[in-house]
T-cell receptor, first 114, second 112 residues
Framework: DAEITQSPRHKITETGRQVTLACHQTWNHNNMFWYRQDLGHGLRLIHYSYGVQDTNKGEVSDGYSVSRSNTEDLPLTLESAASSQTSVYFC?????????????FGEGSRLTVL | QKEVEQNSGPLSVPEGAIASLNCTYSDRVSQSFFWYRQYSGKSPELIMSIYSNGDKEDGRFTAQLNKASQYVSLLIRDSQPSDSATYLCAVNRNTGRRALTFGSGTRLQVQP
């Protein structure tokens, strides 16, 4: 079955370290998204991509970067991890070009920055 | 003002009752509207989408949209303990930044 997978599922790191969270989908969806979820804030958009070589900033993109070199993967990099980036990160993909509201989520990656 | 606002709850209803979840949004150009359900420790899953004013029914779920009032709601009939979860309202502009904006969610507790 097609799916979307995230790794690692849990990670503890130290302030200042670079961290990369992987996201891989096998649906061949063009649209991919990264959200973070924190208590009281719901899901907030970090970065998103409509296709290969396309990346866009979301509402909370500072300190994060993404690259899209193929359809299947959208890795999220924290250049220099900060305690404020402790969160649960969700990757999602969407099959539709126009309406990107039907999202399929990965299982999430819980990141703790000490 | 948040783009999408929801009461955080918890909303507690007895089993068999109707649960009513509400959401308001601020961006008038929003075109499509979604309800996601998220169980504790799990990822969100889509349960309803609505694009036009009025009601849309799917099983025990009814989504209601009023674009003039910028208001979306989700009704859950015959609520079951398995409906206990956080319900996330999301809106999409479908132009410009075509990515969902989520509310912070309403936690629903269905009491057996």
């Amino acid at each position: 079955d097609a799916e979307i997978t995230q790794s690692p599922r849990h990670k503890i790191t130290e302030t200042g370290r670079q961290v990369t969270l992987a996201c891989h989908q096998t649906w061949n969806h063009n649209n991919m998204f990264w959200y973070r979820q924190d208590l009281g804030h719901g899901l907030r958009l970090i970065h998103y991509s409509y296709g290969v070589q396309d990346t866009n900033k979301g509402e909370v993109s500072d300190g994060y970067s993404v690259s899209r070199s193929n359809t299947e993967d959208l890795p999220l990099t924290l250049e220099s991890a900060a305690s404020s980036q402790t969160s649960v990160y969700f990757c999602a993909s969407s099959p539709r070009q126009g309406d990107t509201g039907e999202l399929f989520f990965g299982e999430g990656s819980r990141l703790t920055v000490l | 003002q948040k783009e999408v606002e929801q009461n955080s709850g918890p909303l507690s209803v007895p089993e068999g009752a109707i649960a009513s979840l509400n959401c308001t949004y601020s961006d008038r150009v929003s075109q499509s509207f979604f309800w996601y359900r998220q169980y504790s420790g799990k990822s969100p899953e889509l349960i309803m989408s609505i694009y036009s004013n009025g009601d849309k029914e799917d099983g025990r779920f009814t989504a209601q949209l009023n674009k003039a009032s910028q208001y979306v709601s989700l009704l859950i009939r015959d609520s079951q303990p398995s409906d206990s979860a956080t319900y996330l309202c999301a809106v999409n502009r479908n132009t410009g930044r075509r990515a969902l904006t989520f509310g912070s969610g309403t936690r629903l507790q269905v009491q057996p």
